[in-house]
């Protein structure tokens, strides 16, 4: 959270706080407490790897995009990781329904006074 820039306050209080939760010092006690229990008491890891980021760990140690990805993917997993998800997916989804509403919103072009513009972008951080 400490890139968020509040742009369009898409996060409630309640999921700043969940999200806030989420960073490195309880990602490493969580690992550490999964390692001296039983498995059964284990807490699930989940990591979701952004593909803006695989490029980098590609250029760094000279490896191809899929290559880095399974590595990372391995690295995170031999951690303690549970799973490790792409979140490609999920920015196709958000483009195709992106698309959607700005088809709408064209189509309505002449029959509504606020159907246009339609503003839309990513997180910037």
Known sequence: LSDCLACDSCMTSEEGARVFQQNQKEFFRVLNLNKKCDTSKHKVLAVSICPQSLPYFAAKFNLSVNEAAKRLCGFLKNLGVHYV???????????LESQREFVQRYQRRNQEEHALPMF???CPG
Do not use: G, L, P
């Open 85 to 95: 998800f792409d979140t490609t997916i999920a920015a196709d989804f958000s483009i």
């Open 120 to 122: 839309a972008s990513a």
